[in-house]
């Protein structure tokens, strides 16, 4: 039986900017090239300044050439460029010229200004992402096609329903929240969308939905290992995605990242990043943001307000933080794993992924076949400070007076570069989308029952800590149906409150008859999961399969203090 | 410097003309013309015959106004120095007139209490930090200023007004605010220590309250050097545990505005803190020590606060309890002292890894 969800009032919006060459990622892309040597310049001066010793900037690359065949022996990947080995055993051979002579500082030949601008070239290219309409409108086709063709064969159970149209992706995916101010915002300014990270296929999705409410598309910082999986490559390359690579921590590649990132931002691209850097393995809402990516913002912003002439208004930066709420995370059990590990014996952690694309289609047909929505709520939108912005984009402060962005920049009546300045302002920021991402989040069902059901075993074995829980046979675990009915009771009234004081959020079919929200919750927590983490046995009882992802679904509400009503 | 170019800079604003705020008024006129908020207008009056307030003499390049909107025109760095009770207040008061681009640096040293309806520091049995604030935390609850600092340390006015050698902690996640607090207070007797942790600094600074009263209760009891160095020693420690409770860094706690500031108020006889321990020791009753003051030291209400953060978290702090009991509930100076002496737990240091 299904709870009926308040009625879906998704519709269909137009597009903000009719046509393609409109777009801003467009017009990055048509000038690609210059753009990445741009990019490369930028990064080469900005490396320059923080290694300005000639003795440093050898080190730095020394350490750089290490790292990377260090890289290339560990952890090779598919997409990686067959000339890679080539190219860094190039770049060892030189500094081992270089460094034959000692260094001086007078000296005008600079050979290792050369090879820093060989790689970061390198880098930016690798980097830089390839829009072309021809194909991104190819892959939205395909998208909405296919998956409309799938929703429709499996819900109207007819011969030939594989050609109606009755149900479309917006039936499945609801999209909540502040949408008419975003798509203001993005006509006025420039948007950085932050969404949280649970699957692989949020990349998708958001791109779905980015396209859905009539935005042009964003580019996207998305992990590269991503591009390992064919199908998803193709989608991510049309979308406008650029590559980040999380194997490489070397300075000279991470500044070219981000000013690739902060040029583009600048430039007026609507950019998306996952700010908490990878999936959240434990199957929390982040908590912490990585500032990197973050950081390009605030200095986008800067540069914008200094380089704006007088008279002209400077185009403003909106963060707009999205949460991704789903039923079922298809790497759930692989994730919680990892992160158990992690905590249990702090220990090294390869990036791979065990999902190639048969198992990704698998994925999309159940997620097809059987009801377990996803919806995705837009949050407000913030100045780069975190400061709430109006309709009009006016930053506004508590007690709704506007504020002028700008001043944040200001020291003794001039905009300054105050590098440590910018950095706290970034931590902020990042403190203020955590808390924007526990306000909009949509509590469903099947989190409420993971939770308070993990949190009630735990009660029952105080003295038991995660991992001695953890060790429990299944079996064990039994709880009577009325008192997981009473506290589940609890909760709900706990997250009606927190959803007043404006501190949280819930689907609408967390309403209602608790027995229905209970039955609702048990069918679609993590339904897809070969053990189940939670079901009714037969003397309906609340029991479990696999306790370890059971943890993974009720980390959704951990960080709500919602453990004392128990 | 000659006053000729001091007009050229721009002027710096301080609010509040108590003992701390006349003090900082005046090392900040070596440097910078400056306004200084004055409530009332009688007080200006007298400023501006007598050039002097409560026995402090005012420098020349001290101005008394009192339009918060004005301060707050003419001045981008302020300091905000008025007692923890009124700060919230004042901060509501000033806010309209404050943007982005201002500094505030602050130089008080207590907690701000905000209470559920019908609740009073005497009923409410236990606080935890959304209720407990301390002043950076009301500036930007209050206003848009983000660029927070703090002064804290071993700042008796008495001797800095005689130009004794003495230091100073500016706090502020901002190196910015930091190297904005040096400029304006360095001088060849007065220096100036950098520090980040905003949080901790002002912890520190309201906490060693705490640590006063129990010294003034030693010294009362005719107790000697022995016992105050056994106090100040374990008062560190029990300040490192309720600081961090709270959210501060140990860091921040080992330095000028904590083991600073902690060893001059346990020695400074005079201070009010010092005063209520030293009388309740000498046998007076809480109400007697209370009435004969002529404005209840804030270690008492820190006392009273502590008490019940540290309950809320759970944290170890026998000084504060045992403090809490003589303070309301009818326990003796001497009572107290029996049980702290026979405290079960002996571990020297546990906070440092």
Same mark, same amino acid.
């Given at each position: 039986?299904?709870?009926?969800?308040?009625?879906?009032?998704?519709?269909?919006?137009?597009?903000?900017?009719?046509?393609?060459?409109?777009?801003?990622?467009?017009?990055?892309?048509?000038?690609?090239?210059?753009?990445?040597?741009?990019?490369?310049?930028?990064?080469?001066?900005?490396?320059?300044?923080?290694?300005?010793?000639?003795?440093?900037?050898?080190?730095?690359?020394?350490?750089?050439?290490?790292?990377?065949?260090?890289?290339?022996?560990?952890?090779?990947?598919?997409?990686?460029?067959?000339?890679?080995?080539?190219?860094?055993?190039?770049?060892?051979?030189?500094?081992?010229?270089?460094?034959?002579?000692?260094?001086?500082?007078?000296?005008?030949?600079?050979?290792?200004?050369?090879?820093?601008?060989?790689?970061?070239?390198?880098?930016?290219?690798?980097?830089?992402? $390839?829009?072309?309409?021809?194909?991104?409108?190819?892959?939205?086709?395909?998208?909405?096609?296919?998956?409309?063709?799938?929703?429709?064969?499996?819900?109207?159970?007819?011969?030939?329903?594989?050609?109606?149209?009755?149900?479309?992706?917006?039936?499945?995916?609801?999209?909540?929240?502040?949408?008419?101010?975003?798509?203001?915002?993005?006509?006025?300014?420039?948007?950085?969308?932050?969404?949280?990270?649970?699957?692989?296929?949020?990349?998708?999705?958001?791109?779905?939905?980015? #396209?859905? +409410?009539?935005?042009?598309?964003?580019?996207? /910082?998305?992990?590269? $290992?991503?591009? $390992?999986?064919?199908?998803?490559?193709?989608?991510?390359?049309?979308?406008? =995605?650029?590559?980040?690579?999380?194997?490489?921590?070397?300075?000279?590649?991470?500044?070219?990242?981000?000013?690739?990132?902060?040029?583009?931002?600048?430039?007026?691209? #609507?950019?998306?990043?996952?700010?908490? /850097?990878?999936?959240?393995?434990?199957?929390?809402?982040?908590?912490?943001?990585?500032?990197?990516?973050?950081?390009?913002?605030?200095?986008?912003?800067?540069?914008?307000?200094?380089?704006?002439?007088?008279?002209?208004?400077?185009?403003?930066?909106?963060?707009?933080?999205?949460?991704?709420?789903?039923?079922?995370?298809?790497?759930?059990?692989?994730?919680?794993?990892?992160?158990?590990?992690?905590?249990?014996?702090?220990?090294?952690?390869?990036?791979?992924?065990?999902?190639?694309?048969?198992?990704?289609?698998?994925?999309?047909?159940?997620?097809?076949?059987?009801?377990?929505?996803?919806?995705?709520?837009?949050?407000?939108?913030?100045?780069?400070?975190?400061?709430?912005?109006?309709?009009?984009?006016?930053?506004?402060? =508590?007690?709704?007076?506007?504020?002028?962005?700008?001043?944040?920049?200001?020291?003794?009546?001039?905009?300054?570069?105050?590098?440590?300045?910018?950095?706290?302002?970034?931590?902020?920021?990042?403190?203020?989308?955590?808390?924007?991402? #526990?306000?909009?989040?949509?509590?469903?069902?099947?989190?409420?029952?993971?939770?308070?059901?993990?949190?009630?075993?735990?009660?029952? #074995?105080?003295?038991?800590?995660?991992?001695?829980?953890?060790?429990?046979?299944?079996?064990?675990?039994?709880?009577?149906?009325?008192?997981?009915?009473?506290?589940?009771?609890?909760?709900?009234?706990?997250?009606?409150?927190?959803?007043?004081?404006?501190?949280?959020?819930?689907?609408?079919?967390?309403?209602?008859?608790?027995?229905?929200?209970?039955?609702?919750?048990?069918?679609?927590?993590?339904?897809?999961?070969?053990?189940?983490?939670?079901?009714?046995?037969?003397?309906?009882?609340?029991?479990?399969?696999? +306790?370890?992802?059971?943890?993974?679904?009720?980390?959704?509400?951990?960080?709500?203090?919602?453990?004392?009503?128990? | 410097? !000659?006053?000729?170019?001091?007009?050229?800079?721009?002027?710096?604003?301080?609010?509040?003309?108590?003992?701390?705020?006349?003090?900082?008024?005046?090392?900040?006129?070596?440097?910078?013309?400056?306004?200084?908020?004055?409530?009332?207008?009688?007080?200006?009056?007298?400023?501006?015959?007598?050039?002097?307030?409560?026995?402090?003499?005012?420098?020349?390049?001290?101005?008394?106004?009192?339009?918060?909107?004005?301060?707050?025109?003419?001045?981008?760095?302020?300091?905000?120095? *008025?007692?923890?009770?009124?700060?919230?207040?004042?901060?509501?008061?000033?806010?309209?007139?404050?943007?982005?681009?201002?500094?505030? @640096?602050?130089?008080? &040293?207590?907690?701000?209490?905000?209470?559920?309806?019908?609740? %009073?520091?005497?009923?409410?049995?236990?606080?935890?930090?959304?209720? *407990?604030? %301390?002043?950076?935390?009301?500036?930007?609850?209050?206003?848009?200023?983000?660029?927070?600092?703090?002064?804290?340390?071993?700042?008796?006015?008495?001797?800095?007004?005689?130009?004794?050698?003495?230091? !100073?902690?500016?706090?502020?996640?901002?190196?910015?605010?930091?190297? @904005?607090?040096?400029?304006?207070?360095?001088?060849?007797?007065?220096?100036?220590?950098?520090?980040?942790?905003?949080?901790?600094?002002?912890?520190?600074?309201?906490? &060693?309250?705490?640590?006063?009263?129990?010294?003034?209760?030693?010294?009362?009891?005719?107790?000697?050097?022995?016992?105050?160095?056994?106090?100040?020693?374990?008062?560190?420690?029990? @300040?490192?545990?309720?600081?961090?409770?709270?959210?501060?860094? %140990?860091?921040?706690?080992?330095?000028?505005?904590?083991?600073?500031?902690?060893?001059?108020?346990?020695?400074?006889?005079?201070?009010?803190?010092?005063?209520?321990?030293?009388?309740?020791?000498?046998?007076? &009753?809480?109400?007697?020590?209370?009435?004969?003051?002529?404005? *209840?030291?804030?270690?008492?209400? !820190? *006392?009273?606060?502590?008490?019940?953060?540290?309950?809320?978290?759970?944290?170890?702090?026998?000084?504060?309890?045992?403090?809490?009991?003589?303070?309301?509930?009818?326990?003796?100076? &001497?009572?107290?002292?029996?049980?702290?002496?026979?405290?079960?737990?002996? @571990?020297?240091?546990?906070?440092?890894?």
């Amino acid at each position: 039986m299904e709870v009926i969800e308040k009625k879906n009032k998704n519709k269909r919006y137009k597009p903000i900017l009719d046509k393609i060459p409109d777009w801003p990622v467009y017009q990055l892309s048509k000038n690609r090239k210059e753009f990445i040597e741009e990019v490369a310049e930028h990064a080469f001066k900005r490396i320059k300044e923080m290694r300005p010793t000639r003795k440093q900037l050898v080190d730095e690359l020394e350490a750089t050439v290490y790292r990377e065949q260090q890289r290339m022996k560990r952890n090779r990947w598919r997409v990686d460029p067959p000339d890679e080995s080539k190219f860094w055993a190039k770049v060892k051979e030189d500094l081992i010229e270089l460094t034959a002579r000692p260094l001086d500082d007078n000296a005008t030949e600079r050979k290792e200004d050369e090879i820093l601008k060989r790689i970061v070239q390198r880098y930016a290219g690798e980097i830089a992402g $390839n829009f072309k309409p021809s194909s991104y409108r190819f892959a939205r086709e395909i998208i909405q096609f296919w998956f409309a063709r799938l929703l429709n064969a499996t819900r109207v159970k007819k011969f030939g329903a594989i050609f109606r149209n009755q149900y479309t992706l917006r039936d499945k995916i609801q999209i909540v929240g502040k949408v008419k101010q975003l798509r203001n915002l993005a006509k006025n300014g420039t948007i950085v969308m932050v969404p949280t990270h649970s699957s692989n296929l949020d990349s998708i999705l958001i791109g779905w939905v980015i #396209h859905a +409410l009539g935005l042009p598309a964003f580019i996207y /910082g998305a992990g590269l $290992n991503l591009f $390992n999986i064919k199908i998803i490559a193709y989608f991510m390359n049309s979308l406008g =995605a650029y590559k980040v690579d999380r194997r490489k921590k070397n300075l000279p590649y991470l500044e070219t990242l981000k000013m690739y990132s902060g040029l583009a931002i600048e430039k007026g691209a #609507h950019s998306l990043f996952f700010p908490g /850097g990878t999936r959240s393995r434990s199957g929390t809402i982040e908590k912490m943001l990585k500032l990197g990516l973050l950081s390009t913002a605030t200095e986008a912003q800067r540069n914008i307000y200094l380089k704006t002439p007088e008279g002209e208004t400077p185009r403003k930066i909106f963060v707009v933080p999205v949460t991704l709420n789903y039923h079922f995370v298809l790497e759930a059990p692989e994730l919680i794993d990892d992160y158990l590990s992690i905590k249990g014996q702090d220990r090294y952690l390869p990036e791979d992924d065990k999902y190639g694309s048969v198992q990704l289609i698998q994925f999309l047909f159940k997620f097809f076949t059987k009801g377990s929505n996803i919806s995705v709520s837009i949050g407000r939108g913030l100045d780069i400070m975190g400061n709430y912005v109006d309709e009009d984009g006016n930053s506004l402060d =508590a007690q709704g007076r506007i504020i002028d962005t700008r001043d944040y920049f200001i020291s003794n009546g001039q905009i300054t570069i105050d590098k440590q300045r910018e950095d706290e302002y970034t931590r902020m920021l990042s403190q203020r989308i955590v808390a924007e991402y #526990h306000k909009i989040h949509r509590t469903f069902a099947s989190h409420l029952v993971a939770f308070v059901a993990f949190e009630m075993w735990q009660k029952q #074995h105080p003295k038991l800590d995660l991992f001695g829980l953890l060790r429990l046979p299944e079996e064990e675990l039994t709880l009577d149906y009325q008192e997981f009915r009473k506290t589940c009771k609890r909760v709900r009234k706990q997250i009606y409150n927190l959803k007043k004081e404006g501190k949280a959020n819930h689907a609408t079919h967390l309403k209602g008859k608790i027995d229905l929200v209970i039955r609702h919750g048990l069918e679609n927590v993590g339904n897809f999961h070969l053990k189940r983490p939670l079901l009714m046995d037969k003397k309906g009882n609340i029991v479990t399969k696999d +306790l370890n992802t059971l943890y993974f679904y009720h980390n959704r509400l951990a960080g709500y203090d919602l453990e004392k009503f128990i | 410097m !000659t006053s000729k170019s001091l007009s050229d800079l721009p002027p710096v604003g301080v609010i509040g003309s108590g003992n701390f705020g006349t003090t900082v008024a005046n090392l900040l006129a070596r440097h910078r013309n400056v306004f200084l908020y004055v409530r009332d207008e009688k007080t200006i009056e007298h400023i501006l015959q007598k050039r002097e307030i409560r026995g402090h003499k005012l420098n020349k390049h001290i101005t008394p106004i009192n339009d918060l909107a004005e301060l707050a025109r003419q001045c981008d760095i302020i300091f905000p120095i *008025v007692p923890s009770a009124h700060f919230r207040e004042m901060m509501r008061k000033l806010s309209p007139y404050l943007h982005p681009y201002h500094v505030l @640096i602050h130089g008080s &040293k207590g907690l701000d209490i905000t209470l559920p309806k019908g609740q %009073t520091l005497e009923t409410v049995t236990k606080l935890n930090r959304t209720q *407990v604030k %301390t002043m950076s935390e009301v500036i930007r609850e209050e206003s848009v200023v983000v660029r927070v600092g703090c002064l804290a340390g071993p700042n008796l006015s008495k001797e800095l007004s005689a130009r004794q050698p003495a230091a !100073t902690v500016v706090a502020s996640p901002f190196n910015e605010v930091i190297s @904005i607090g040096k400029r304006l207070l360095r001088s060849d007797r007065f220096q100036v220590y950098g520090n980040n942790e905003l949080i901790g600094v002002e912890l520190a600074g309201v906490l &060693k309250n705490i640590i006063a009263i129990a010294a003034g209760a030693l010294n009362g009891m005719g107790y000697g050097e022995n016992a105050r160095g056994l106090l100040i020693s374990r008062g560190v420690v029990e @300040i490192i545990h309720l600081g961090r409770a709270l959210g501060g860094k %140990t860091k921040a706690f080992l330095g000028v505005a904590g083991i600073g500031d902690l060893v001059a108020t346990c020695n400074s006889p005079l201070s009010r803190n010092f005063q209520v321990g030293y009388k309740l020791a000498q046998g007076m &009753k809480p109400a007697e020590v209370f009435a004969s003051m002529d404005e *209840v030291a804030e270690g008492v209400n !820190t *006392v009273r606060i502590m008490k019940k953060c540290a309950d809320f978290y759970k944290v170890r702090a026998p000084i504060t309890s045992t403090l809490y009991k003589v303070l309301f509930e009818d326990v003796t100076v &001497k009572e107290a002292l029996d049980y702290l002496m026979r405290y079960p737990l002996n @571990i020297d240091i546990d906070f440092i890894d």
